[in-house]
T-cell receptor
């Protein structure tokens, strides 16, 4: 079956531009996570959805970052007025159940964002 | 503060040799522990996980890891490395009682030489 997909795979933005990153989770998965992975670092938690509800957004670096999952399936991470420090790989993961730490998270290939 | 330390940024081993990747964590209570592998251009894949019970856990691709509470460690091992094992490996911790935030280490890149 299909895994988690993300688009675009690569995005180059000029500083100040807005970008939108898409995540298609595995069908039927309740939980969806966004992570930011800077070069040479491990992923860092950004936000978590259970169905359409955003239950935790404590990892979003600033109010320029916004995520949504309006119908409980596809999710979009939007970054407004991009800055160079936003350059990173953005990973999406989904899990079948309610997102407790016992659940296996399935990761997408990521979107590599470069802000010039 | 909760953290995961992978002391080795990169490791090189010969094909067929044994492998051990180190992981130490700092956490308020006994967490759940994970190892993931990330190949170039691909997402993270779960190798194995520890929740409770037997401290030696087996994973996919011939990997195993041992939880040592006294050392706050969860080292990953493989008896014989294959060239296809070359990748980035991440150790991670998550709350052992509810919650969902996973904290990852910075990763160890494994190089395999012929």
């Amino acid at each position: 079956g299909a895994g988690v997909s993300q688009s675009p795979r690569y995005k180059v933005a000029k500083r100040g531009q807005d970008v939108a990153l898409r995540c298609d989770p595995i069908s039927g998965h309740v939980s969806l996570f966004w992570y930011q992975q800077a070069l040479g670092q491990g992923p860092e938690f950004l936000t978590y959805f259970q169905n359409e509800a955003q239950l935790d957004k404590s990892g979003l670096p600033s109010d320029r970052f916004f995520a949504e999952r309006p119908e409980g399936s596809v999710s979009t991470l939007k970054i407004q007025r991009t800055q160079q420090e936003d350059s990173a790989v953005y990973l999406c993961a989904s899990s079948l159940g309610a997102g407790t730490s016992q659940e296996t998270q399935y990761f997408g290939p990521g979107t590599r964002l470069l802000v010039l | 503060a909760q953290s995961v330390t992978q002391p080795d940024i990169h490791i090189t081993v010969s094909e067929g040799a044994s492998l051990e990747l180190r992981c130490n964590y700092s956490y308020g209570a006994t967490p759940y522990l994970f190892w993931y592998v990330q190949s170039p251009g691909q997402g993270l894949q779960l190798l194995l996980k520890y929740f409770s019970g037997d401290t030696l856990v087996q994973g996919i691709k011939g990997f195993e890891a041992e939880f040592k509470r006294s050392q706050s460690s969860f080292n990953l091992r493989k008896p014989s490395v294959h060239w296809s094992d070359a990748a980035e490996y991440f150790c991670a911790v998550a709350p052992g009682t509810g919650g969902f935030k996973t904290i990852f280490g910075a990763g160890t890149r494994l190089f395999v030489k012929a």
